[in-house]
């Protein structure tokens, strides 16, 4: 059954036949995209928040003094909880856990108060890792939908990363927010490294503050946001929709594919109580809608599916954990109904 089952993963984790290792991406891990980002955009502003702003270089000085006072508290442990006081310290905290070979544990928190102020004053904006963290190491454990632990690698998020970048014009700058606090730390953590990616800005709003920019916004948030200046608005999957708003557009966000988003999704033509369209995906995955014996269905409803090399490097659990992989796609156990090549989903 094991044998069988990591077939099964393994296949979930083709694109169109393709499995992940032919796949050129031009960073090894997250770091190295920062680093990378870091000496070519210098001094241009990367995080906003209120009245603070910080580059492209000061992020990455300060991820380096924060990664070599982690190095010197020599912490035997590879995962890590982080804070969540402030959104440019929790991001400091993940790429300096990174930084040592670490795994971010998105569901548990720092209850200490570490004093930021005297770490960035002590130690050196200078950092040599010990081990360089590879396409496939664990980055980041968060807890499923179903009681599931779930691993997620570097080459997921970049992958994803990668995948979502494709569908912004690279003609303008795109104005990336998000909306905070937040609970969803995931979704955080894709809108920074897709801003990262595209060399973009990433600016902290509160909630409900209106949005005035002249450049087209899109909106990381956790609830639904209406406002004539958003092009697009990602959201978690588990987030209710008014359907009847004119300008209807959401993301769909699933934890064990790494954030799958969906993007400019507009009212259904075809109406159907309880369901919603998933639009265009913005990552490279595969959906379809299977029926319990493994065979796909049309206009009826069946359980969404998805294959992709974004799909989650390890998931533990519950002692019918391989039926997650059945027939070598990952089964999200989200309802699910395809018209005309449009996906639905039922929340």
Not at 161 to 169: D, L, P, R, W, Y
Not at 295 to 309: D, T, Y
Request: hydrophobic share 35%; proline share 3%; aromatic share 14%.
């Amino acid at each position: 059954m094991q044998v069988k089952f990591l077939n099964n993963q393994i296949k979930a984790q083709h694109f169109r036949g393709v499995p992940p290792s032919e796949i050129m991406v031009p960073y090894p891990n997250i770091n190295s995209l920062l680093e990378s980002q870091a000496n070519f955009y210098k001094d241009k502003i990367f995080i906003k928040i209120e009245n603070e702003e910080m580059s492209y270089i000061d992020f990455y000085k300060k991820v380096n003094q924060y990664s070599n006072y982690l190095n010197k508290k020599k912490i035997k442990k590879n995962l890590f909880s982080v804070s969540n006081s402030n959104p440019i310290l929790f991001l400091v905290e993940i790429f300096s856990v990174w930084n040592n070979g670490g795994v971010v544990d998105l569901d548990c928190e720092i209850e200490k108060k570490l004093n930021f102020e005297k770490i960035f004053k002590d130690f050196k904006p200078n950092f040599s890792p010990n081990k360089k963290n590879k396409f496939y190491d664990i980055c980041i454990k968060i807890n499923g939908r179903q009681k599931n632990k779930i691993f997620l690698s570097h080459y997921n998020l970049l992958i994803t990363a990668m995948g979502m970048s494709k569908n912004f014009n690279s003609k303008y700058e795109n104005f990336f927010v998000y909306q905070y606090p937040f609970k969803e730390k995931l979704n955080m953590i894709l809108a920074i490294i897709l801003a990262l990616y595209l060399g973009n800005s990433l600016e902290f709003i509160k909630k409900n503050r209106e949005i005035n920019s002249k450049n087209k916004t899109t909106l990381f948030s956790e609830q639904y946001y209406s406002n004539n200046k958003i092009e697009n608005i990602i959201l978690p999957h588990n987030i209710k929709i008014n359907h009847k708003h004119k300008n209807f557009r959401i993301g769909l966000f699933l934890p064990e594919v790494s954030g799958y988003a969906s993007i400019n999704i507009k009212k259904p033509k075809i109406h159907l109580d309880n369901f919603f369209s998933i639009g265009k995906g913005m990552n490279h995955c595969e959906l379809s809608i299977f029926n319990k014996n493994g065979s796909v269905v049309s206009n009826n409803i069946g359980e969404l599916v998805v294959r992709g090399h974004n799909i989650v490097q390890r998931i533990e659990g519950d002692d019918c954990i391989e039926n997650h992989f059945k027939f070598g796609w990952f089964h999200t156990g989200i309802k699910g109904i395809k018209f005309n090549n449009e996906f639905f989903i039922k929340l």
